[in-house]
């Protein structure tokens, strides 16, 4: 199994950037497909962002397409969320998450593995 920590989350203004990471110990971190989810309060997890094995496929919820870039750097065993133009609607508790599956899925149900969040919190 692998361990995820996440890390960089803060408070933000409207407009600004902050950078997100996930470090990952325990089991092989190229092995899992990875995603950003997050959750604000009184509402579900959703999908932010997902990146395959190797890195070179992302995917991006419509929401934050355009602002956001998630990457992994597989020899640090750390995956990234950079996000740019952040608005208050992005206020939320951030999760990373790992799935053996091969390709990325959108579904939180689908991933086996999660960090224990990190607060994001943009004011307007």
């Known amino acids: 199994q692998v361990q995820l920590l996440e890390s960089g989350g803060g408070l933000v203004q409207a407009g600004g950037s902050l950078r997100l990471s996930c470090a990952a110990s325990?089991?092989?971190?190229?092995?899992?497909?990875m995603g950003w989810f997050r959750q604000a309060p009184g509402k579900e997890r959703e999908f932010v962002a997902g990146i395959n094995l190797s890195g070179d496929s992302t995917y991006y919820a419509d929401s934050v397409k355009g602002r956001f870039t998630i990457s992994r750097d597989n020899a640090k065993n750390t995956m990234y969320l950079q996000m740019n133009s952040l608005k208050p609607e992005d206020t939320a508790v951030y999760y990373c998450a790992a799935t053996t599956k091969v390709v990325v899925t959108t579904t939180p149900r689908e991933y086996e593995y999660w960090g224990q969040g990190t607060q994001v919190t943009v004011s307007s």
């Open positions: 325990g089991r092989t971190f190229s092995s899992y497909a």
